[in-house]
Structure formats: C-alpha cells, structure tokens
C-alpha cells in the first residue's frame, strides 16, 4: 500500500512556472514507477509525465514536452514536477500515480494522490 499526497499547485500567470512535489508513504518507493496526470474540467483525466523506479527513463505527453520536468529524489520519497512556461491549457487537477507494470494509461498505476489544483491565467 502507498499513500501519494500531492503539493505546491496554486494560482500563476501564463509564462510562470510551478513545482509540484508528491510524498509517498512506505519504504518501497524506490520500486515504484511514478507518474503525473491532469484532469480539466469536463474533460478526461490524461498523462502528464512519468518516470521510471530508477528515475533513469522519463516520460512526457507532447503538450508538455521542452516545458515540464519530472524527477525524484528516493532518499525523500518524493517525486517532482517542475513546470515552466505555463500555459492557460496546463489549467487542471494535477494527480500524481505509483505502480510496478510498465505503461503509461491510468490503469498501468495502481496508487493515487488526492490532486492539486493549478490554475494558469492569460
């Protein structure tokens, strides 16, 4: 069992940037691939970025490729994702995910955070 409880979301221009930090609970995170996922209102909850238990492979939807980042620090159980040059489409509930398969659908993450709102105005 992992418990994910998101942070650092909040109100920001567009051109702004954001680091949005998740905690895991248990000693086993470093086994976990851990991802990112947003959900706009109304709309469909889609990937953001993951990356790999080694935090060696990285991945990112194309709506944010060259402007987020992920990255984890295993000594604070804790995974990142710094975003800059953001834009009013990045406006969502950010969600961070943790599971041990392969995959980036929603199904590949066993565990999830309650959400962060970021909100990007124009």
């Known amino acids: 069992q992992v418990h994910l409880a998101e942070s650092g979301g909040g109100l920001v221009q567009a051109g702004g940037s954001l680091r949005l930090s998740c905690i895991a609970s248990?000693?086993?995170?470093?086994?976990?691939?851990m991802g990112w996922f947003r959900q706009a209102p109304g709309k469909e909850r889609d990937f953001v970025a993951a990356i790999s238990s080694s935090g060696i492979n990285t991945y990112y939807a194309d709506s944010v490729k060259g402007r987020f980042t992920i990255s984890r620090e295993i000594a604070k159980n804790t995974v990142y994702l710094q975003m800059n040059s953001l834009k009013p489409e990045d406006t969502a509930v950010y969600y961070c995910?943790?599971?041990?398969?392969?995959?980036?659908?929603?199904?590949?993450?066993?565990?999830w955070g309650q959400g962060t709102q970021v909100t990007v105005s124009s």
């Open positions: 248990g000693r086993t995170f470093s086994t976990y691939r």
């Open positions: 995910a943790a599971g041990t398969v392969r995959g980036l659908q929603i199904s590949d993450f066993a565990y």
